[in-house]
């Protein structure tokens, strides 16, 4: 519904609008004063505002004054008597949308305001894609790739980010699910609040639960002071759970409870303490395989899984592998105050066909095995991988490389690769490459 707030002291005249705007299907807030209204105001505000400009107090000129300060954009409606026309036309060469003199028709206010609205929704819309289209750029230096997997991660974070849901991220080791999980939180609201990061796998049983619910002092030997735990330090936040298949199933049960009733009590402690708790967990093995074998709880695998990502080994996306080299280089060379130097061609095509079973940790410990100049020669071929595949992988990478370079621009790659169009056309349909993927990159 849209909406509109009315400024003017006299009641008789804000009753009547409201009435007028009601009938039209206009959802209507009524103010007495300027203040009043600024005072409940939020950046925002996705309607219009109609305000009176002779009012005790602050009058309409300052408060669009104060408006503009706001959102430059918001349109403001003002109401003038007959001797005011003049100050009211001052006002729209101050950012003013319109005004109506008064007494003035139903359908006068209507047009001005259905015109004002729909001038509030193109503004705001057009915010919301710039917005995303900046999101998408940030996200796309982080989660890098131009794969058509990461190409699908990315969109699933931005779409999953401010959602009040609890993720799994499933991965092998190293396929960067930490990332993903910072990422989540870092492009969500939650990102004034807390991130905090737990491995399952490294805590003892024993410590497990003080860990999770922290504990008060004297809770058991050795607790010597209170302490926040994991939960209650995240709340309003994001608590990643890496290895989560590795909780004990005491310990399960206990998470469920506090996820069912969004409190918790400290060991120790009697007191019940509420948090708002939003679960990012990661695993290597399905958890609904592990709760059928008895290892995880069905329940609590059913409550972190609300939504699940996945993220793709290295092997399965080895078109991103050259650009991912050439982003560590740049990290490794700038930390150890090095020289970066790229790849040579046989070493490109060592990158290109070794398996990566430590997934993308092993290729940053390789770009920094390469700063520092030792030999990357142990990455050899796997068997498997005939020397036509990996020809089939260095071409989708340079049409990659080419299209990104040129933001899809199909002459400047035909001139680049020195290939007739047909040829061009042939490769990047076999290799599932589109020109359209590079531009919404660059967008």
């Not at 707030?5 to 009547?16: C, H, K, L, P, Y």
């Not at 030999?375 to 595949?389: A, H, I, K, T, V």
Request: net charge negative; glycine share 6%; hydrophobic share 40%.
């Amino acid at each position: 519904m849209d909406r509109v707030i009315v400024i003017d002291d006299e009641s008789t005249i804000r009753e009547a609008i409201e009435q007028w705007l009601q009938l039209s299907g206009f959802d209507v807030a009524l103010y007495a004063s300027a203040e009043a209204c600024l005072a409940q105001l939020s950046p925002d505000f996705a309607g219009v505002i109609i305000s009176d400009v002779r009012m005790p107090g602050q009058d309409g000129f300052s408060l669009l004054e104060q408006l503009q300060a706001l959102d430059k954009d918001l349109p403001v409606i003002l109401l003038t008597g007959h001797g005011d026309v003049t100050m009211a036309v001052e006002a729209m060469r101050q950012g003013a949308y319109d005004f109506l003199e008064k007494p003035f028709s139903p359908e006068a206010l209507l047009g001005s305001l259905k015109r004002a609205q729909e001038k509030r929704r193109l503004v705001l819309e057009n915010r919301r894609l710039h917005d995303h289209s900046d999101q998408k750029a940030q996200l796309a230096s982080r989660l890098i790739g131009y794969s058509r997997s990461m190409e699908t991660l990315r969109r699933q974070v931005l779409e999953l980010a401010n959602t009040p849901v609890n993720i799994l991220l499933r991965g092998e080791t190293g396929s960067g699910k930490e990332l993903v999980a910072r990422c989540l939180h870092d492009f969500s609201t939650r990102t004034t609040k807390p991130f905090v990061a737990l491995n399952c796998a490294a805590i003892p049983d024993t410590l497990f639960e003080a860990e999770l619910f922290g504990h008060e002092s004297g809770a058991f030997t050795g607790a010597a002071g209170k302490r926040i735990g994991k939960l209650e330090h995240s709340n309003g936040g994001s608590l990643f759970l890496d290895e989560i298949e590795s909780m004990p199933l005491t310990q399960q049960a206990k998470l469920l409870r506090v996820l069912q009733e969004q409190q918790l009590e400290r060991l120790g402690s009697n007191q019940s303490i509420p948090v708002d708790l939003r679960i990012i967990a990661a695993t290597k093995p399905d958890l609904l395989q592990e709760a059928r074998a008895g290892r995880f709880r069905e329940d609590l695998a059913y409550r972190l899984n609300v939504a699940e990502l996945y993220l793709p080994p290295l092997r399965e996306r080895r078109e991103d592998i050259p650009l991912l080299f050439e982003h560590f280089l740049q990290q490794a060379a700038k930390r150890l105050g090095r020289e970066p130097s790229s790849p040579s061609g046989s070493q490109l095509a060592r990158l290109l066909a070794h398996d990566w079973l430590g997934n993308v940790r092993e290729l940053a410990n390789a770009a920094e095995r390469h700063v520092l100049g030792l030999d990357n020669g142990g990455m050899q071929s796997p068997p498997d991988r005939s020397l036509y595949e990996q020809m089939e992988a260095f071409e989708a990478q340079c049409l990659r490389n080419a299209l990104a370079r040129h933001k899809g621009d199909i002459k400047a790659v035909l001139e680049e690769l020195k290939l007739p169009r047909r040829t061009l056309n042939e490769k990047m349909q076999r290799h599932g490459l589109t020109r359209e993927a590079f531009l919404e990159a660059d967008s």
